[in-house]
């Protein structure tokens, strides 16, 4: 076989699928943050964090196979991503592989959450299925939540909301000594795990909403009914900005509000590049303009994650 075609082939999954600068800072980001919050309460524990991330990577992967799966069986002439509908019709990609792939990413983060289940009680597995449900029906089943504009609140809630309290309970609920198997720890879902996941959910949110800004175009022309579509440009850019602003306003109510202590601020440290991001997505238009502020936004999602597990530890 053809070194070259082989290589093609590799960089097609890595970089047109499995979109590593995007899902691993989507998926770290939650599981950073826990550590940090476990690390405060002295219940942190590596291997079901680990595993949580881990699980929690691969439904984000199963989820953006399922959509580019969905996107070329209904699509399969699609102009917003022409080299994928090459490799098809060479036979560098299959939609057998493809979903190959999806019950690949999928079943591993069952077996890992099974672990999870054993370890943590049944609430980790109520968490396990509704993500993995949340993730599919972003863009397949018959009422696909991205095609009708409702993705943003998705997002928001099962990729920072639930990631972060599930990534903190997985750690804590042992160490609080759960009465049962089928029983929750109320002391594992504290008022702060909640309160750190909102500026997670709204910069991942965030992330979202550019891809929308840029494909907006493609979207129309497919009958994606985004919020960029339905609701125009100016109104994503609002939301981009509003939820920008609520991640960093968060910090001064765990500070101010909840008694973390002053270096729970220390985010702040990336208001310029956050300022930087903004500013890119409220003035670039094009679709090859737009195309690095994606992972400029996952950047920023990193880097404020690693800055509130350590204002969070040492606070």
Known sequence: MNEAHVTSRRDMWIDMLLYPGHTLPTAAAP??????????????????????????WLI???????????????HPNDREHPHLVHALRDGAL????????????????????????????????VIGILSIL????????????????IADPLFFVFFGIVSVVGCYYVQAAPAYGHPSFWQAVPEAFPLTAFALSLPIGALITNILIIDDIRDREFDVVKGKRTLAVRAGVAWSRAEFAVLLA??????????????????????LLTLPYAISTVHGVLTLDRFEDLVPMTPKAAR???????????GVAKG
């Open 31 to 56: 599981a950073i943050v826990a550590v940090g919050l476990a690390v405060r309460h002295e219940v942190l524990t590596a291997v079901p964090v680990l595993l949580a991330f881990i699980a929690g």
């Open 60 to 74: 984000q992967l199963g989820g953006v196979l399922t959509d580019n799966y969905e996107n070329l069986t209904r």
């Open 246 to 267: 609520l991640s960093y306003l968060v910090l001064f109510w765990l500070w101010l509000g909840l008694g973390i202590g002053v270096s729970i601020l220390l985010p």
């Open 94 to 125: 299959t939609l057998s592989g493809l979903r190959a792939a999806i019950i690949v990413c999928y079943g591993v983060a069952l077996i890992a959450g099974a672990w999870l289940v054993y370890h943590a009680g049944i609430p980790v597995l």
């Open 300 to 310: 920023l999602l990193l880097a404020y994650s690693v800055f509130l597990a350590i």
């Open 134 to 149: 949340a993730s599919w029906i972003y863009s397949a089943g018959p009422f696909p939540f991205g095609s009708r504009g």
